[in-house]
């Protein structure tokens, strides 16, 4: 079976990469398979330089391609913020609840209507030897003003969709990649990297 290594230690993008590559014949091994591996300094100021920051170490590192994802959520009435430093919004543990009560309390009592936010995501594709290739993917929502559904990872149970009226947390785990930042992104990738995809 083909291999890829999506060089993420995020168990809720690893479970989605894994659905969406399965169906293309691929075996996906991400960093949680290698949990002696130092985590990569996020030193980037953009998503695609983290992005590329990531994809290049591991591949390097494991001397094969790897993909790697930079992702964030970025809300209007907050000027764009968590935004790059989404994980971490918190504090450095990168704790989801403790993210999403910061984002719930920082928009208290900003209305409905401008609760606009988006989910950002630049993959980078890191080849030994080859020049390092982006592509991205957004995916546009509201913030609520309380959890709903259990499903997704990080800020899915406040990013509501509105044309589906619900959360990404209470979609199947294909309903969101069918819409999802990632799952747009991973579409591009596709049509730029049809040999390494098929
Ligand atoms: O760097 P890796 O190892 O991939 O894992 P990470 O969790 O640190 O990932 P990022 O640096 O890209 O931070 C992105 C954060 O944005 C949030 N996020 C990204 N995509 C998301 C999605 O599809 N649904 C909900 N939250 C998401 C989530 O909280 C992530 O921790
Ligand atoms: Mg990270």
């Known amino acids: 079976m083909k291999k890829v290594l999506i060089a993420t230690a995020n168990k809720g993008k690893a479970k989605e990469f894994e659905s969406l590559f399965a169906p293309l014949g691929f075996e ?18 953009t998503f695609k330089e983290n992005a590329i920051l990531k994809a290049e ?11 790697a994802d930079d992702s964030g959520l970025l809300i209007d009435a907050l000027n764009g913020d968590p935004g790059v430093y989404s994980a971490r919004y918190a504090g450095k543990e990168k704790n989801d609840e403790e ?43 509201m913030i609520t003003t309380e959890k709903l559904g259990d499903g997704g990872f990080g800020y899915d149970p406040i990013f509501w969709i509105e ?8 979609m199947t785990r294909e309903e969101k990649s069918a819409i999802s930042h990632r799952g747009k992104a991973l579409e591009k ?10």
Not at 28 to 45: C, F, I, S, W
Not at 101 to 118: D, F, M, S
Not at 163 to 170: G, I
């Open 99 to 141: 993210n999403i009560k910061k984002v719930l309390r920082n928009l208290q009592g900003i209305p409905a209507e401008k609760r606009t936010a988006r989910f950002h995501c630049t993959l980078a594709v890191s080849v030994p030897g080859e020049k390092t290739l982006t592509v991205t993917g957004e995916c546009e929502g």
């Open 57 to 67: 170490a591991a591949s390097n590192q494991f001397k094969v391609m790897a993909i």
């Open 28 to 45: 996906v091994t991400t960093l949680l398979d290698y949990p002696e591996m130092e985590e990569v300094e996020e030193t980037g100021e």
């Open 163 to 170: 044309d589906q009226s619900c959360t990404l947390a209470q």
């Open 189 to 198: 990738l596709k049509e730029v990297l049809p040999k390494i995809i098929n």
